[in-house]
């Protein structure tokens, strides 16, 4: 069992910089792959980046591609996403999802078994 955490959400202006953190608990932390995800009012949860095991691989949505940054440090069990040049449309609740394979670095959301509570994240024009 995994249980994870978010934070670092807030309201930023357009154009700003947020960095989300998502601390994980359990030892196996390491060999997990780890995903974003958000959902906007209104909208479905959608995929924002992923991380393989290692962090050697990484995959982006095409609306984040170039502004967001996923990372993680696993000796401190925690992923990132650092968003950068952030837009209005970019507001939403945003989620960090764990797999039980670390060589997942996909945008399904069936892959994932463990999920946090969120973190909102709000954008003013």
């Known amino acids: 069992q995994v249980q994870l955490v978010e934070s670092g959400g807030g309201l930023v202006q357009a154009g700003g910089s947020l960095r989300l953190s998502c601390a994980a608990s359990g030892r196996t932390f390491s060999s997990y792959g780890m995903g974003w995800f958000r959902q906007a009012p209104g909208k479905e949860r959608e995929f924002v980046a992923a991380?393989?095991?290692?962090?050697?691989?990484?995959y982006y949505a095409a609306s984040v591609a170039g502004r967001f940054t996923i990372s993680r440090d696993n000796a401190k069990n925690t992923v990132y996403l650092q968003m950068n040049s952030l837009k209005p449309e970019d507001t939403a609740v945003y989620y960090c999802?764990?797999?039980?394979?670390?060589?997942?670095?996909?945008?399904?959301?069936?892959?994932?078994?463990?999920w946090g509570q969120g973190t909102q994240v709000t954008v003013s024009s």
């Open positions: 991380i393989s095991w290692s962090g050697g691989n990484t």
């Open positions: 999802a764990a797999t039980v394979d670390g060589t997942v670095v996909a945008g399904t959301e069936y892959l994932y078994a463990y």
